[in-house]
């Protein structure tokens, strides 16, 4: 949605609104929880106002900003490269280390994933030529992958109380990008497009997968969590071909059993 509607809707005012929105949604449902944890919260706020800043505000900027000058494929690329960005992560601050069946595991999902992407032809990659879009794309991926790997240190407090928090901060830190951008005549047009892509990205994105994603890296960890990022082509294809009606080919289901494949691998290494 972000490479489709770049043109349409600017990229800092869509990450804006898609937190302020998320905002919005959650912190209506999170307030009693606010209320008993205020002094946790205060307590962190330092770790809360990194994770806001690696998580929220800058992940999703960079990868729409960068979107506006390159391809979703190699968008797409790039973003597999974020399993073992977590992992170095998790060794650098944290010292873990991943087991060799992990590392085997992400070496197959992740040829799934240049299988779907490159349509079959896996050394149609070396054609792929990097440019401007690619380097704040994968500045943004590395900042998800801090942001994964950081969670560990998230306050012991309830998760709407840690999302209202963070979407709030998050949507706060961009406010003054989206006022700049609006300085440049870089004007959102208020139609249909518009409030459909910012619901959408509000409600889907942000409060469910990020509600998702936290409670999965909680319950068994960055590194394991973070295999399930090559699930994205695949989704991103089934969806294709289940609402733009396009063809589902063989390589589809060769680069889908690589992910799957990859992924029982890692998630049964230790990891």
């Known amino acids: 949605l972000g490479r489709a509607v770049h043109a349409h809707v600017p990229p800092v005012a869509l990450a804006f609104f898609r937190w302020a929105g998320a905002f919005l949604i959650v912190v209506g449902f999170a307030v009693p929880h606010l209320r008993r944890?205020?002094?946790?919260?205060?307590?962190?706020?330092?770790?809360?106002?990194?994770?806001?800043?690696?998580?929220?505000?800058?992940?999703n900027t960079l990868v729409y900003i960068g979107?506006?000058?390159?391809?979703?494929?190699?968008?797409?690329?790039?973003?597999?490269?974020?399993?073992?960005?977590?992992?170095l992560f998790s060794y650098l601050l944290f010292g873990e280390r991943t087991g060799v069946l992990a590392l085997c595991g992400i070496g197959v999902s992740l040829a799934?994933?240049?299988?779907?992407?490159?349509?079959?032809?896996?050394?149609?990659?070396?054609?792929?030529?990097?440019?401007?879009?690619?380097?704040?794309?994968?500045?943004?991926?590395?900042?998800?992958?801090?942001?994964?790997?950081?969670?560990r240190r998230r306050p012991a407090v309830h998760a709407l109380s840690f999302l209202a928090v963070t979407f709030g901060l998050g949507a706060a830190m961009l406010l003054p990008f989206w006022l700049w951008e609006l300085?440049?005549?870089?004007?959102?047009?208020?139609?249909?497009?518009?409030?459909?892509?910012?619901?959408?990205?509000?409600?889907?994105?942000?409060?469910?997968?990020?509600?998702?994603?936290?409670?999965?890296?909680?319950?068994?960890?960055?590194?394991?969590?973070?295999?399930?990022?090559?699930?994205?082509?695949?989704?991103?294809?089934?969806?294709?071909?289940?609402?733009?009606?396009?063809?589902?080919?063989?390589f589809h289901a060769v680069g889908m059993a690589l992910c799957f494949a990859g992924i029982v691998l890692a998630t049964r290494g230790r990891a």
């Open 37 to 59: 944890e205020w002094p946790v919260l205060l307590r962190h706020w330092r770790m809360l106002l990194l994770l806001s800043a690696v998580g929220i505000a800058a992940f």
């Open 67 to 87: 979107l506006g000058a390159t391809t979703a494929i190699n968008a797409l690329l790039l973003q597999s490269a974020l399993p073992v960005l977590i992992i």
């Open 112 to 151: 799934g994933v240049v299988t779907i992407l490159t349509g079959g032809h896996p050394l149609a990659i070396v054609a792929l030529v990097p440019n401007a879009g690619d380097v704040l794309v994968f500045l943004a991926v590395t900042s998800y992958a801090l942001y994964s790997a950081l969670l």
């Open 183 to 250: 300085s440049t005549g870089a004007v959102m047009r208020l139609d249909r497009t518009t409030l459909l892509s910012i619901g959408y990205v509000a409600v889907f994105p942000s409060v469910l997968a990020y509600f998702c994603y936290n409670r999965g890296v909680q319950l068994i960890g960055a590194n394991r969590a973070g295999q399930f990022i090559h699930l994205m082509p695949v989704c991103g294809s089934l969806l294709a071909v289940l609402i733009l009606g396009e063809a589902f080919r063989p």
